[in-house]
């Protein structure tokens, strides 16, 4: 794994013993695709990035020199996963911030997961619920304890993936993905107000008017059309099996995947259908 | 600041950038009052590490084995503050955890905090709230957001401490510490049974009875004879200001701190009347 890690504007060696990251998870993070040598959604990426350091009011390396540190880790790299982690830095008093914190931030690459079942996703349905947080819902933070112990169940079940609810009973998301509902010949999305992450490729879909945010429960779901999840990374994949029921092979998720893969061919090659 | 971090029972410079605290806060802390070179409360910290580190699935290092390093690097100190921070360690797929984790834990040393106002601390009431999540309640984990959020509103009111209701409205704790509310000569606090730390010092006055579970809501509050907060450093503290409303010194807090102080001297040490 090539990794590089800064604070500020300095490459340092990782992080101390006091980064608030491994701490509180004081910090962010953006997962994007790298094809063809180029993260085709790094705009949408640093947008998201940048809205929730603004909102945790953690400082923000110029844009310009992270963009030149990730040039220089893709030379020579054709396809992968580029992770970036973004932390407050060091100190403070406990929990307070500190007031000059100098930000840490790591970027490394990873291989593609693999490629999914083309009959689709099998679907756990987690016990593990996601907590009501306005003040931290759609930002992509490192307080992802929910997610391990979700993704821990998904594990145990012998499942690709996990639906989580949040603790009223709204259909959120995947662990690690959105959640696409197909009705009447239209995709619908949960809302992630309270919980949950905007997850960048849900947000494309949104923005191009292809899919809707609708409030569901579990119980809406068994009369859905068909079911996927989307993230930024793997793009759009079909769910097979969730609670007990299948579904075939929709054209909808077909023609979505199609639609997308025309702005972005990168999700043509994962998914199932490749 | 003296530190030490560890990989299983092997030292290491520090946590790799692939830790999985560092990515989503998937570990555990404890922190412990050093006293005349000794850690008074550490069979209660380590139990709550352990209860901890079973309900995550975290493995935990040989007690024995922490216990030997924390004793070589508290040698010759007198008095400060211990952190022990537990991380899952590197690896897995995303938010799976690894099969084989091998679990990171650092120790790192830190002076006393600053002697509070003998009056009493002033608490701002936050506007961050604490979200309901029964899986994580209780637990001194690493997912920490909420409470800088609130730290940070507390430091921008130029208050000592902030108090934290959950997302129905119930009284839980401050952000470092637990609350104690006296009512007709007894001593309550609030459950964590949704949300919250159960602190060390907490338990200690629960199991010995000297002080009882229950609800409140924040107007709850302004009928209470005297508030007071407590943890582990810092022991008990008497509020004098919250939400514009003034306590003057209670006896009962006096006492509170007197008998805790039988079996743990470092608690006459700090708090404002030492």
Known sequence: MMSAAYM???RVDGASSGNRGLAYGDG?????RVHDGMLPLWPQHLARLCAGAQRLA????EPAFIEAQIAALLEGVEAGVLKLLLTRGDGGRGYAPPSDALP?????????PPTPAAAGLRLHVCDTRLAIQPALAGLKHCNRLEQVLARTEVEQAGCDEGLMLDTNG???SATAANVLVL????WLTPSVAHCGVAGVLRGLL???GLANVAEMRLA???SADALALCNAVRGILPVAVLAGQSWPANTAVFDLKARLAMAYPMFNALGGDA
């Open 220 to 222: 809406d779901l068994a």
């Open 104 to 112: 840490y931030w790591q970027l490394s690459l990873h291989p593609l």
């Open 183 to 186: 009705r009447d010949g239209h």
């Open 58 to 61: 953690i400082p923000l390396p």
């Open 206 to 208: 949104l923005a191009q």
């Open 8 to 10: 500020g504007q300095e």
């Open 170 to 172: 709204q259909v959120v």
């Open 28 to 32: 962010l993070f953006e997962t994007l």
